[in-house]
């Protein structure tokens, strides 16, 4: 049965979903959801992120890290937390560079360590070949379902990687460093409009009863009245909507209360806004184009942007740690010293290559391109030194 035909039965067997239950189960059905089964990132996938198009992203994320520990001066073990690694080419990028330049930070080779969060088996198995350079098991959705971490091993620059299907289970007893990037933009949202005649409403999909076809609507349910009783939306005009992801509120405070309680520091890199947006951003992509989010179920990739207003005041409630930024991608990725390095690239390729380089760094750093529209969201210590790229930013 294909996911339409299975959420059109849902629907009429029990009523009509939250835009966040079908992003949810389309993004990660174990059998039919788009990350476990059909997910392709990359010039030939449906999109492309920033570290599959420069391994100078995660270059300038492995300096960044090593500036970091060196700043908080933890030991030579550096431990890194990615959520949603898929390909595993930013993690292998980041532990390259970390690999070969920490010695001159360290005066020795510090020990690396890395925990994944994934729940895709297409994901795990490209992020094996990345990281340890070949795959020693097919990971099935009932391994990741039956143990926490369920799988081990080591690689790149002797590197320990260990797999986990949720945040919750890696380990928060030690220092680390959390990397998210594109991976909040793929949690579930949910969405309200504000109509005259009954103030704010959920939009919900509904399915038509003749034939496998889902379509919007409108309901008062308990969240749109939770929304009613808000001050700060009492004041938006009536057509105003707005999208509110409580799945991304509640990873952004474990993460702060993971970084209270042990220390390190998270950068979450995405794209989205830091104020109230009222208009809707849920959308759907397929080969590079913006396809409707409601056809196609689990062929194409869903997302809607990031809330960094929502996230930051989620990080205010946990006692101990601070918000840093966000800042553009542009200016973090420059503060870094990324035009040196892509100019010393230019040099150091053939002539046929340089016109992907001179792209490489408009497409992360114009404001046209990914510069602007992504920020990057730093989370540390209270009692830690202001990262290095966040000095002036912290709320
Ligand atoms: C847009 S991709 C980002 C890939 C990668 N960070 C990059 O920059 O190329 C989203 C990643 O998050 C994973 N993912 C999405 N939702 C998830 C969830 N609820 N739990 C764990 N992983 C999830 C996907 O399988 C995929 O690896």
Redesign the pocket.
């Known amino acids: 049965m294909s996911l339409l035909s299975h959420f059109c039965r849902r629907i009429r067997m029990t009523g009509p979903l939250h835009v966040a239950e079908l992003m949810h189960d389309v993004?990660?059905d174990p059998k039919h959801g788009y990350?476990p089964q059909a997910?392709s990132?990359g010039h030939k996938g449906d999109f492309i992120?920033?570290?599959?198009l420069t391994p100078v992203f995660g270059e300038i994320i492995g300096a960044w890290s090593l500036l970091y520990w060196q700043q908080a001066k933890l030991p030579p073990k550096i431990h890194f937390t990615e959520?949603?690694?898929?390909?595993g080419?930013?993690m292998r990028d980041i532990i390259d560079t970390v690999g070969i330049i920490g010695p001159a930070f360290f005066g020795k080779a510090p020990k690396l360590s890395a925990s994944l969060?994934?729940?895709?088996e297409k994901?795990i198995a490209e992020q094996e070949e990345m990281l340890c350079g070949n795959v020693r098991n097919t990971i099935t959705p009932q391994h990741i379902f039956d143990n926490h971490n369920y799988l081990s091993r080591t690689g790149l620059h002797k590197a320990k990687f260990k797999w986990y299907s949720?945040l919750d289970h890696a380990p928060d007893d030690k220092p680390s460093l959390y990397i998210?990037?594109?991976?909040l933009?793929?949690?579930p949202v949910n969405q309200f409009q504000k109509t005259e005649e009954k103030g704010w409403v959920e939009i919900m999909v509904d399915v038509e009863p003749d034939m496998d076809k889902l379509f919007y609507t409108t309901y008062k349910t308990g969240k749109s009245i939770k929304i009613d009783q808000d001050k700060e939306f009492a004041l938006l005009p009536v057509g105003s909507q707005i999208e509110h992801s409580p799945a991304s509120d509640m990873l952004v405070t474990s993460l702060a209360e993971r970084i209270a309680k042990s220390g390190g520091a998270a950068l979450i890199i995405d794209y989205g806004e830091d104020q109230l947006s009222t208009e809707l951003t849920f959308r759907a992509f397929k080969n590079h184009q913006q396809v409707n989010p409601l056809e196609d179920l689990g062929l194409c990739?869903l997302t809607a942007d990031v809330n960094f207003k929502d996230l930051k005041k989620s990080i205010a409630d946990v006692k101990g740690v601070k918000a840093h930024g966000p800042i553009t991608q542009s200016s973090f990725l420059t503060l870094m010293g990324v035009g040196e390095r892509f100019k010393q690239l230019y040099s150091q390729v053939p002539e046929d290559k340089q016109d992907s380089v001179i792209h490489a760094h408009n497409f992360l750093c114009s404001p046209d391109e990914m510069g602007d529209r992504f920020k990057v969201l730093c989370i540390t210590r209270e009692s830690d030194p202001v990262p290095f790229c966040f000095e002036g930013s912290s709320s």
């Open positions: 993004i990660m990350y997910a990132i992120t920033a570290p599959e959520l949603g690694p898929g390909r080419t930013l969060v994934e729940l895709s994901f949720m998210m990037n594109e991976f933009d793929a949690l990739d």
